[in-house]
Each structure stands twice: as structure tokens, then as C-alpha cells.
């Protein structure tokens, strides 16, 4: 089905419903021509962040017809989403779909992801390269996208069969309600986290990936990439948990502390000397029990300031 046959089913016309593709780009002037031109057949604005690109990624996609954002350095590919975020706000767009500028993902399947939108049956929509098929995609890369799904699903009490895939569909309440953070590769866990907060619902929809025809598919290395995904995932977790993640090993480090120190006190009882290693033990497990704890706290009263201030905004 085309975009246009689903707009025809619905009665969405483009005077009524904005699609926009947004792109991330860092150093894709192999690929960003073909992308542009294809997602241009299935969306009414293709945007392109390039992202501090050294070669020539930006003018080749201006010269497709691409609406080009550009940062001066390379900040990442959060910080590239931010930016499409953002533009696409000031649009007014209806419907947002982000796809990654290595050309892995096919932009004939933007109808089927946008589809579930379009009939209000989801507010984001996951390309997932799991839902049916492999998809080639290298054993070493299956496996680091399995453990980082199952790792966001836990997180955010959800089942995700494919968390870290580029290629999404975000309706007006997703578009306009998620702020976003993250500057690197966890903000597509971060997405994920906040949306299932926020109440929002979610649909995954089969998506090709094409990785043999590709010269690359990262501009990070595979190892580095989930590294920085997964410590993305440990501190958003602690930031929306504070009390349970740092208060509680925190208390458990002041009572092992506690407990150090009553036994150097009877063995200072028996034998009239104080035994370092223990009064050590004692005062290092008491220091970081109190430091755990007071960031425990800390953490908890700005994120029920900063969640106290959402809910008054809304209102």
C-alpha cells in the first residue's frame, strides 16, 4: 500500500496531515542521495541533521531536495535527533519518521510503519528487524541488539523486540511530548523509556535491513556502540529510580559500615588497640553508604521537582 492509498482510507489529505523524514547524518555521502529521493516519494519533507559531516553529505542531500540542518562539530546521534525534533515541532508536523542516513533501512516501508499512526493505533511505531525475519544481520550485532532489547524492556516494564533500530514512526503526542536528553547512541533507549512513562503506546512493525549491501553500517564500533548504550541504560534507570538504585546500596553500605565499627569497638574492648583494617573498612563503608544516600535523595527531589513542573505545564 502507498502513503497516498493510506491517505486516501483515512481521508487525510496533505493540507491536513504533515509527514516528515528526518535523518541523521554523519559522513553518509555514499548513501544520502538515493535515501533523500526515496523517502521524498512517501513523505511531504525530508530533513537531513548533518551532524559536523567532513565530506560532502550536506550538499548532496540540498541538492536532492532535502531541507539540510547543520551542526559545526559532531555531536552525536542524539543530539542530531534533538535538532529533527525540534524543526519538525516548529513544522507542525503531524507525523515524524526517522530513518539513519546509512541507507540500511528502506523507505518504501514508511506506509506499513506509518499506517498504525494513521489509525490511531499507536503513537510510536518501531521498525523491527526480529518481527519475522533476521534480516542478515551479523550474529554478533543480533545478539548485542537482543540483550539491549530485553535490557530496555526491563527498564520500562515492556516487551521490545527490537530496541535500537533507527527507523520509527512518532505521532503529534510523541512529537510534541517527549523532551529529550541523551546526545549519543542511548537516546534511542531513552526514547523508549520515556515513552512507556509518558503512557504512550507502542507497535513494532516488520522492517527490512539491508547489511550486505552497505560499506558500513556504523560509525562507531560495534563494541564501543553497545558500551555506550548500555551505560545509557544503567543511568537512566538510576536517575528514574534513585531511591531504589543508589538508597538502597547505600543504606546497606552504611549498616556493613555500622557493623565494622562495633566489632573494631569490642576488639578495642578486649584488647585496648584498634585494629586498622577493620576502622577502615568501618569508615570507608560509613562515607560511601552517606554519599549514596545523600545522592539518593538528591536525585529523587529534582526528579519529582522536574516531573511536578511537566504536570503544571500540562495543566
Known sequence: MTLKQVRDQFGLHKPNTLIVAAIPAFNEEHTIAKLVLEAQKHVDVVLVCDDGSTDSTAEIAERMGADVIRHDRN???????????????????DVLVTLDGDGQHDPCEIPSLVEPILENKADVVLGSRFLNRENGVPRYRRWGIRLISKLTGA???????????????????ALFGLDLVENGMGSSVEILLKVKKQGLTVA?????????????????????????VLMSIIRLVVEERPLLFLGLPGLLSLLAGTGFGV???????????????????AIAFVLIGMFTIFTAITLYAIS?????????QQN
Open 263 to 281: 566489632w573494631m569497638l569490642q576488639i578495642y574492648a578486649v584488647t585496648h588497640q584498634i585494629t586498622t583494617n577493620i576502622a577502615l573498612a
Open 304 to 312: 519529582r521537582h522536574t516531573q511536578k513542573n511537566g504536570n503544571q
Open 204 to 228: 513494532e512493525v516488520s522492517a527490512n535491513c539491508r547489511y550486505k549491501e552497505l560499506e558500513k553500517t556504523s560509525t562507531q564500533n560495534a563494541l564501543r556502540h553497545g558500551t555506550g
Open 155 to 173: 527498564a520500562s516494564n515492556h516487551t521490545f523486540l527490537d530496541a535500537q533500530c533507527g527507523f520509527r514512526v512518532y505521532g503529534r503526542k
Open 75 to 93: 555531536l552525536g546521534y542524539g543530539a542530531a535527533l534533538k535538532t529533527l525534533f525540534s524543526v519538525a515541532r516548529e513544522l507542525d508536523a
